[in-house]
């Protein structure tokens, strides 16, 4: 006494049973609308659904939550709906329940799709550039569920020309050795029960080409002698010789250089003979003039030839000293 009393609020978590994928019906033809439904019942409080697709989750899916008859829990459903192609074939879907009485560690459901689609189909040359004489291999590769039945080969829209020489083994159409004749257009067809596809190839064969022997040209050293020879006198005249020797064993297309060391020579004999010229003018320029005698000194402001010579520098009596100078 007193009687103290306390209250506590019980939560009883309803754990979601595991849920179901329902809707799924095998094998779905290429280009179908699938639709599949997630089921879970007995959570409490009604618990998440989620679907994933290839580990990537859907979003654009329908949610319903229903109260079940005992009025204390819930059964949970989603669904989702999707246009089918050949790249679901053996894709897994998952629906995942997440509830807080899980721990963290979420129910899952999983269905792996079976998609049924026509055959592709694609020929593969066993070389880019086919040749004449060489063997060529055509590969048909076809992908299909049901797998394709064994593919039919045909050129130009019939039967295969020769079959001693083309040999279809399997996929493969192989022929020995190729010619002329062998141009024209195969088809590969592959069928299954869903339908047919097929494929073409042009082939061309090329002629082989020419081997041609690769040639290295070594050039030979190319070797020049140039002589020069330069004559100067006193006289107006001035020679100059030149004379290149040529090695006979230089080639023919290898003359640049020769050019080269003629053209140099020249200009160093054109300036050497202008020099000469400059020289031989300017020592004849200083040495003209008018040259006199002994005797003709003082006579020439004579008026007359009779004064000039009674004037005139060097008389007879002084001839034995008159000198004259050559020059």
Request: with cysteine.
């Amino acid at each position: 006494m007193p009687v103290k009393t306390s209250k506590a609020y019980l939560t009883v978590l309803g754990v979601p049973e595991k849920p179901q994928i329902s809707g799924f019906s095998s094998p779905v033809m290429e280009g179908d609308l699938m639709q599949l439904t997630c089921k879970t019942s007995g959570s409490k409080p009604a618990a998440d659904i989620r679907w994933f697709k290839n580990d990537k989750e859907i979003k654009d899916v329908k949610y319903l939550k229903e109260e079940d008859a005992n009025r204390k829990t819930f059964t949970v459903s989603s669904t989702l709906d999707f246009r089918v192609d050949r790249s679901d074939d053996g894709v897994a879907v998952i629906c995942r329940v997440d509830h807080e009485s899980l721990n963290a560690t979420p129910q899952v459901a999983m269905q792996v799709l079976e998609i049924h689609y026509t055959p592709s189909v694609k020929i593969i040359p066993s070389t880019p550039f086919p040749q004449e004489g060489q063997p060529l291999i055509l590969t048909c590769e076809s992908k299909g569920k049901p797998l394709p039945e064994p593919v039919l080969w045909t050129k130009d829209g019939g039967e295969l020309p020769d079959p001693d020489r083309m040999v279809v083994s399997g996929r493969e159409l192989n022929i020995l050795f190729l010619n002329k004749t062998d141009n024209g257009t195969y088809r590969c067809e592959a069928t299954n029960t869903i339908g047919q596809s097929s494929a073409e190839y042009v082939l061309i064969v090329h002629d082989v080409p020419n081997t041609l022997l690769s040639t290295t040209i070594i050039p030979s050293l190319t070797t020049a002698t140039v002589t020069t020879t330069v004559a100067i006198t006193t006289s107006p005249t001035t020679s100059a010789t030149t004379s290149s020797i040529r090695d006979p064993n230089a080639l023919a297309g290898q003359t640049g250089p020769d050019h080269a060391l003629i053209g140099g020579i020249v200009a160093v004999v054109v300036f050497v003979t202008l020099c000469s010229i400059f020289l031989l003018g300017r020592y004849l320029a200083r040495h003209k003039g008018t040259y006199l005698t002994n005797e003709a000194k003082g006579a020439e402001d004579a008026p007359d030839a009779d004064t000039a010579i009674i004037n005139a520098e060097g008389s007879q009596v002084n001839a034995e000293e008159k000198k004259e100078y050559f020059i």
